[in-house]
């Protein structure tokens, strides 16, 4: 059984920075064959694509965070950290880590087997 765990949401002022973290365990796919990801979702919002990161190194960004954030993986303990900087109330969200079963960064929620129960971000202005 594949276990997702996030961690480092919270309040943050407008401006200011976080990091989110996720740990995953159980299951016997190897890290060479997932892709990691973050999605986040609004109120009343479908679940969007954040950014991405897979065994090669391969990043991916929504457009959205790219540029105020940084996406990086620790193979050998299974996690993912997410830093955002500069933000703003529109990132105010749910922020989800979900892993698939193929390295490919897919943006789209239905690509991926496995999802945490995600970690509030709320941003205030």
């Known amino acids: 059984q594949v276990q997702l765990v996030e961690s480092g949401g919270g309040l943050v002022q407008a401006g200011g920075s976080l990091r989110l973290s996720c740990a995953v365990s159980g299951g016997t796919f190897t890290s060479s064959n997932y892709a990691m990801t973050w999605f986040r979702q609004a109120p009343g919002k479908e679940r969007e694509f954040v950014a991405g990161?897979?065994?090669?190194?391969?990043?991916s960004y929504a457009d959205s965070v790219r540029g105020r954030s940084t996406i990086s993986r620790d193979h050998a303990k299974n996690t993912m950290v997410l830093n955002m900087n500069n933000l703003k109330p529109e990132d105010t969200a749910v922020y989800y880590c979900?892993?698939?079963?193929?390295?490919?960064?897919?943006?789209?929620?239905?690509?991926?087997?496995?999802w945490g129960q995600g970690t509030q971000v709320t941003v205030s202005s």
């Open positions: 990161a897979n065994w090669s190194g391969g990043i």
């Open positions: 979900a892993v698939g079963r193929r390295a490919i960064i897919f943006q789209f929620p239905p690509d991926y087997d496995f």
